[in-house]
């Protein structure tokens, strides 16, 4: 049982993993049945809709090679991780801290980032370059440079 800060990271699908992890997605595939769990004594229980979502969800980025990292919403990162998950250097989220673009508290002198927090930067920050991707290419498209 994970505890409410523990985190579950895969950094690296191994071609067994991934190949167990195909045949999974294709079992829990099948349209019209309902998964079940079946324990070590033999106890089996129907997973509830919501849980078999999320297990098809990460069974399908397995076995398309992907590593998946499973992050309670409150969960506090380091500077060090947020970074890593915003793919950004970790003075470049230093910066973005102290301008205000994501909310942070204090841990004695280190920073501590919430990930539902980041979600939301990340979310916010992905509208803003499709929105300016859109913009560039509807001027190049005015400009003629797509004839």
Do not use: C, W
Not at 17 to 35: D, K, M, N, P, Y
Not at 44 to 49: S, V
Not at 62 to 90: C, D, H, W, Y
Request: no cysteine; proline share 4%; glycine share 4%.
């Amino acid at each position: 049982m994970m505890s409410k800060h523990s985190v579950l990271s895969e950094s690296v699908i191994s071609p067994q993993l991934e190949a167990q992890s195909i045949e999974l997605e294709r079992i829990l595939s099948v349209q019209g049945s309902q998964a079940k769990l079946v324990g070590a004594n033999g106890e089996k229980i129907t997973i509830p809709e919501p849980i078999y979502q999320v297990l098809l969800q990460v069974v399908h980025a397995m076995a398309s090679g992907k590593a998946i990292s499973i992050i309670p919403q409150q969960q506090e990162l380091t500077t060090q991780q947020a970074a890593e998950f915003l793919n950004v250097s970790r003075p470049y989220l230093i910066k973005l801290l102290e301008q205000g673009e994501i909310p942070y508290i204090k841990v004695g002198s280190h920073r501590r980032v919430r990930f539902d927090d980041l979600m939301n930067y990340k979310q916010q920050r992905d509208v803003k370059r499709d929105q300016l991707l859109t913009e560039l290419t509807q001027m190049s498209q005015e400009a003629g440079f797509y004839e």
